[in-house]
C-alpha cells in the first residue's frame, strides 16, 4: 500500500465521513484521550485548494464548444492544451475543478504517519486506550522488562504495587481510573499513556477487569505478541518534573547524603520494590526515597506495609499534598507541594532511628 492507502486524492467529504464513522464506537467511553487521538487525526490532513486548471484556462481563454471569431481555439484544444501543460488526462483535471469548495478538497498529505499500517496501528492502541478508560484494576506479569513497565507506571504517576511470582517472574498491579480514586479523567489519561509505553516493552501479558455499560465487569486481556505498537520515545532520566527538580536542587551532596538516580530492585521474599532514589551517606549510611503521585489513603496504607517488610532499610515517601487526605503525615513521610525541599528529605531520613551503628 502506498500514498493511495492512506487516502491521498480523496475527497474532503469522503473522509470526513470515515472519520465520523470510526469514532462512533470510540464515543461511547467518554475518553478525552481518545477524543483527542480523534481531532489529532483531523489536524495532520492537508488538503488540496488549486490543481492549476483554472489559472491555465484564463491563459488559454474561456472554454467554449464553438469557436467564434472572438476566441482562437475550440473547447477541445483549450483542454488539450491544459492537460498537456499540466501533465495529466483532462478527466481527472475535470474532477478537481471544484477543490475550491472545501467538501471537494483532496487529500494532499497525512502527516505524522509514514505508512497506512503504522496510521493503522496507532488507531488501534487507541482503541484499547479508549477501552482501558473504563478499567477498575490491572495486572501485568513480566520478566525481564519488569523494571521498565514499574518505571513507566511511575512515569505515568499510577498507584502501582508489584511483588515476584516466581525466581524470575513478576507481578505488577495497578489501580484503573474506574477504581476509588476522585480524579478520574485526569488519572484516566496517565492510565493511556502507562499503555501507549507498555505495548512498548517486550515478554509481557496483561489482563484487566473493565466496568461495563451496564455496570458490570468484564475482562480484557493482551500481551506483548498482540501486535500493538507504540509511537513514544524512550522514557527520560526522571519520571517527572519534581523528581528532576528534586535532583537539581540536591547538588553533589546534601549534609553527607548523595542522591543516586538508580535504585535497583529491593526484594524481600515474594515482595518486590522499585525506589525513585536511593539516598548513601558518605559514613556508609543508605536509605531510599519513593515518591508517590495518585495516592488514596488506602494505597498509601498498602504501600507503608510492603515498605515495612523489608526490615533493616530506611525508606522514605514523599507524597504531593494537592487534595491531601487523612493519613499523609507520619514518621518517614514527606508532603510536599510543587517541590520536594531536600532538607525535609534529609530531615525524615535522619529522624528514622539510625542509633550509634552505621549499619544499614
Given amino acids: ?8 486524492g480523496r475527497q474532503r467529504r469522503g473522509i470526513g465521513l470515515v472519520l ?5 464506537p470510540v464515543d461511547r467511553f467518554d475518553s478525552p484521550f481518545a477524543r483527542c487521538h480523534h481531532h489529532a487525526h483531523q489536524d495532520a490532513l492537508r488538503f488540496g485548494t488549486d490543481i492549476g486548471a483554472v489559472s491555465l484556462a484564463a491563459k488559454f481563454h474561456p472554454l467554449v464548444s464553438v469557436p ?8 477541445r484544444e483549450a483542454k488539450g492544451l491544459i492537460a498537456a501543460e499540466i501533465g495529466r488526462p483532462w478527466a481527472e483535471i475535470e474532477a478537481g475543478l471544484y477543490v475550491d469548495v472545501v467538501q471537494y478538497q483532496p487529500l494532499r498529505k497525512f502527516e505524522g504517519f509514514g505508512s497506512p499500517a503504522e496510521l493503522l496501528s496507532r488507531y488501534n492502541l487507541a482503541q484499547v486506550q479508549a477501552c482501558l478508560y473504563g478499567a477498575r484494576s490491572m495486572v501485568v506479569e513480566a520478566s525481564m522488562a519488569f523494571a521498565m513497565i514499574v518505571r513507566h507506571a511511575k512515569l505515568a504517576r499510577l498507584l502501582v504495587d508489584s511483588r515476584r511470582i516466581s525466581e524470575d517472574r513478576y507481578r505488577v498491579e495497578l489501580s484503573g481510573p474506574a477504581s476509588v480514586l476522585e480524579e478520574t479523567r485526569r488519572y484516566g489519561v496517565s492510565f493511556a499513556r502507562f499503555v501507549a509505553a507498555l505495548v512498548a516493552c517486550e515478554g509481557w501479558k496483561m489482563e484487566a477487569e ?10 480484557f486481556r493482551m500481551t506483548s505478541e498482540d501486535g500493538y505498537r507504540s509511537h513514544l520515545p524512550a522514557p527520560g532520566e526522571f519520571d517527572s518534573e519534581v523528581e528532576a527538580r528534586l535532583a537539581a536542587k540536591w547538588g553533589e551532596s546534601r549534609e553527607g547524603w548523595r542522591l543516586v538516580r538508580e535504585a535497583g530492585i529491593l526484594q524481600e521474599g ?7 532514589f536511593r539516598l548513601i551517606h558518605e559514613d556508609g549510611r543508605e536509605a531510599f526515597l519513593e515518591v508517590v503521585g495518585f495516592w488514596t489513603p488506602e494505597y498509601l496504607e498498602k504501600k507503608r506495609k510492603t515498605l515495612a517488610m523489608f526490615k533493616g532499610r530506611r525508606m522514605v515517601l514523599a507524597v504531593p499534598k494537592r487534595k491531601a487526605k487523612v493519613g499523609a503525615e507520619g514518621a518517614g513521610v514527606v508532603v510536599y507541594g510543587t517541590r520536594i525541599k531536600p532538607e525535609e528529605v534529609v530531615r525524615a531520613v535522619e529522624g528514622m532511628g539510625w542509633g550509634h551503628t552505621n549499619s544499614r
Avoid at 20 to 24: F, L, N
Avoid at 210 to 219: N, P
Avoid at 270 to 276: E, I
Wanted: aromatic letters at 8%.
Fill in 1 to 8: 500500500m502506498g500514498s493511495a492507502g492512506l487516502g491521498i
Fill in 210 to 219: 473493565l466496568v461495563s455499560r451496564w455496570g458490570g465487569s468484564v475482562r
Fill in 270 to 276: 515474594q515482595a518486590t520494590f522499585v525506589p525513585d
Fill in 68 to 75: 467564434d471569431q472572438i476566441f482562437e481555439r475550440s473547447e
Fill in 20 to 24: 465520523q464513522h470510526a469514532r462512533e
